[in-house]
């Protein structure tokens, strides 16, 4: 599967940005779709990751009660939504795929830049 992640940009703190996550090549439902992101100079981190069918989430603790993971099986997109933005969210952002949630997914997006201005 094909994944293209998009929908960063510049948000001052405390604001929202939804990335999205379009998909091709295989049956899209098919995959649990995972969210990572890596800060400069850091490593990529886990972010949160949602099932095949969309009936459940899971989310690395920073994220919590803030993000959201959401998808479209019918339009092959996944979403992240991410609220009360804070500084410490800048990074760049990626999409992965896999038949479960796992930390090392097979199949990669692009990343897309996030950042937050305080």
């Known amino acids: 599967v094909q994944l293209q992640a998009s929908g960063g940009g510049l948000v001052q703190a405390g604001g929202s940005l939804r990335l999205s996550c379009a998909a091709s090549?295989?049956?899209?439902?098919?995959?649990?779709v995972g969210w990572f992101r890596q800060a400069p100079g850091k490593e990529r981190v886990f972010v949160g990751c949602?099932?095949?069918?969309?009936?459940?989430?899971i989310y690395e603790a920073s994220g919590k009660g803030r993000f959201t993971i959401s998808r479209d099986n019918a339009k092959n997109t996944a979403f992240l939504q991410m609220n009360s933005l804070k500084p410490e969210d800048t990074a760049v952002y990626y999409c992965?795929?896999?038949?479960?949630?796992?930390?090392?997914?097979?199949?990669w997006g692009q990343g897309t830049l996030v950042t937050v201005s305080s």
């Open positions: 090549g295989r049956t899209f439902s098919n995959y649990a």
């Open positions: 949602i099932t095949w069918s969309g009936s459940n989430a």
């Open positions: 992965a795929a896999d038949r479960n949630c796992v930390r090392t997914p097979d199949y």
